[in-house]
């Protein structure tokens, strides 16, 4: 979860009362969030303060006021940077490069950069462009790779220390369709398969919905809505999507007669709202088999994240 | 998700390490880098290299006709060989011959320091390296570092390989290693110089490259920074008839120190007292560093 409810030990990141500003504009208002192991994504619109908050969260900024934890370590002072740089591994936003050198030697430069011997920093930099798909290009200077080359490597980079904590900045910018699934499925196993907590900031809310659990929506430097997706996505009284067999019409007739709500499909489906009743389900199949139908499925409708996204951003400018 | 058995991902399972030098690997990829252009490697090193070889041969002329061979026996009636012998008859000291050899190839010492100091931090800042720089546990302190000993590796080879190269040739030239006995300081005075030189010059080299984004304007900015200096020094030693405004320039200074350290031959128009020389080269070196610290400490806020 991206929010209180995480105990602190349980918080890869733990941020209170941040702040930021850059001359008169105010890009974080005293922003506090916890952040629980696992994919995250920090969505938010062009200008809401998601870069900030990473450049804040890795020391590369320093706040004007409150304070963040991140892997246990205090990005405000020169140790507590140092050695938090050594369990977070970074995606930049922009395109970045070593200047002369082939992607294998970026990798593997960084890699001893943050404290890998060299013999390891070389091998550890040949499994992850393995793992994130460039081949004999590796051995190529960096600086003539295509947009979705660069952003692997960039991605490599970040993975050569095999860091606990991922920090993704708009990971699927400048790729083609083919590019930016490669690129989602790699996050997704980093996510989910391999156990990385990571935090995806990113405006593009589809990539956050397949590849994150929790989410974290800044808008004009607040946090405007936090949660688990799959909470974030379950509609004000669950409803359920039915297909029903056998006697349709009296299905409904019982559904009624029990209180139900049930709005028919056009592809002869039934949506029926639960309302937070227990054991609900059961009764839908109990009432379905004393009206003569049989359920061939059900399946509970969710929201998407977009329309949580844009109710979300207008609660807050309401409030 | 893994699609061939190539894309799996494996956990780690060395350690990582905390030392404090860690800044090497930069300095190694650096150097790495640089070398990988062969031809500006082989244009820039070879004036000097050919240089180093002449005045080498100078030297051993110079002991070899002190222990009486003659000028044929050198070298036949080459012209190369007569123009060394020649050399060696007029030029005297060893220590003399390094003080003109900075003299000599001064300029092309300055182009070495320019080509590799110029895109040191400017290309990095091109290509956003720096925002991967600062993600790892690199301080702004070690990023200087890294970058101070790339231009001082390839300024240092300029500068204090030949003096070293010209030492060596004099004590083996020389009857039972006279020369170690009698002049042997001027070794670690050469290195000294080389230093010093290299790191006044790395200084502000990388000081003009950290305020620049393209190292075509870094490069033409430091030949203008030593143009000016050079020339408006000159002019107004001349237009004031006063010696001192030699002052101005960084790299009439460092003559000054190279005939000071190094014995070599009086320049009759750098006569001022070295301690103002060292005290400018000082300042312009300081100043250098300042710019450093305050560039780098917004690349790395920006980054």
């Known amino acids: 979860m991206a929010e209180a409810s995480s105990s602190i030990s349980d918080s890869v990141v733990v941020i209170r009362g941040l702040e930021k500003s850059y001359g008169t504009v105010r890009a974080l208002r005293s922003l506090s969030l916890e952040l629980a192991p696992g994919p995250t994504g920090l969505l938010g619109p062009n200008g809401a303060g998601k870069t900030t908050l990473i450049k804040l969260l890795l020391g590369l900024l320093r706040p004007d006021a409150g304070h963040a934890s991140i892997a246990g370590n205090d990005p405000a002072t020169a140790s507590g940077r140092l050695a938090l740089r050594r369990s977070v591994g970074y995606m930049p936003e922009n395109d970045c490069s070593i200047p002369g050198l082939t992607g294998l030697e970026i990798v593997s430069a960084l890699g001893q950069l943050t404290g890998l011997t060299k013999a390891d920093s070389l091998s550890r930099a040949h499994e992850v462009l393995d793992y994130v798909g460039i081949d004999e290009a590796r051995y190529r200077q960096a600086d003539e790779y295509s947009a979705g080359m660069k952003q692997r490597v960039k991605l490599a980079q970040a993975l050569v220390h095999d860091p606990g904590l991922l920090l993704l900045d708009e990971p699927t910018s400048g790729l083609d369709p083919k590019g930016r699934r490669h690129m989602l499925d790699l996050i997704h196993d980093l996510g989910h398969v391999q156990q990385k907590s990571l935090l995806l900031c990113s405006h593009l809310l589809p990539d956050i919905e397949r590849t994150c659990r929790d989410v974290v929506v800044l808008k004009q430097g607040a946090v405007a809505l936090a949660g688990g997706i799959a909470e974030l996505t379950r509609t004000d009284g669950v409803r359920v999507r039915v297909e029903v067999g056998g006697d349709r019409a009296r299905f409904e007739q019982a559904l009624a007669a029990s209180g139900y709500a049930c709005t028919p499909e056009a592809n002869g489906r039934l949506t029926v709202r639960l309302d937070g009743r227990a054991a609900d389900a059961d009764e839908l199949f109990a009432l379905a088999a004393d009206s003569g139908a049989s359920l061939r499925s059900v399946e509970e409708v969710r929201s998407s994240l977009e329309q949580v996204f844009v109710a979300g951003v207008a609660n807050e400018e309401r409030a | ?303």
């Open chain 2, 1 to 303: 998700m893994a699609r061939t058995d190539t894309q799996v991902y494996r956990p780690f399972r060395g350690t990582i390490g905390g030392s404090r030098f860690g800044f090497m690997a930069l300095a190694r990829a650096g150097i790495a880098a640089a070398t990988k252009r062969k031809l500006p490697l082989v244009i820039l090193y070879g004036p000097p290299a050919i240089a180093t070889i002449i005045f080498s041969f100078v030297v051993y002329a110079r002991f070899s006709l002190e222990a009486g061979v003659t000028p044929e026996a050198l070298g036949g009636r080459s012209p190369a060989s007569v123009i060394a012998a020649g050399f060696a008859k007029t030029i005297i000291q060893v220590r003399e011959q390094i003080a003109l050899f900075h003299l000599a190839m001064s300029l092309f010492t300055l182009l070495v320091i320019a080509w590799f100091g110029a895109g040191l931090i400017a290309d990095d800042r091109r290509l956003g390296a720096h925002l991967l720089y600062f993600a790892r546990p690199l301080s702004r302190g070690g990023y200087l570092a890294a970058k101070f000993l790339v231009l001082f590796f390839f300024g240092g080879i300029t500068v204090v390989a030949p003096g070293l190269v010209i030492c060596i040739v004099a004590a083996f030239a020389s009857p039972d290693f006279a020369f170690l006995r009698d002049e042997g300081s001027l070794i670690p005075r050469s290195i000294l110089f080389g230093a010093l030189w290299a790191g006044a010059w790395g200084s502000v080299m990388l000081a003009i490259s950290s305020l620049f984004v393209r190292k075509t304007f870094a490069l033409v900015a430091s030949f203008a920074f030593f143009m000016i200096t050079t020339v408006v020094s000159v002019v107004l030693a001349n237009l004031q008839d006063d010696n001192r405004f030699l002052m101005l320039s960084l790299q009439w200074n460092l003559q000054r120190i190279a005939g000071w350290m190094l014995d070599g031959p009086p320049m009759e128009n750098l006569q001022w007292d070295v301690r103002w020389s060292f005290a400018v080269v000082s300042g312009v070196t300081a100043a250098a560093w300042g710019i450093l610290c305050a560039r780098v400490r917004r690349f790395e806020a920006s980054s």
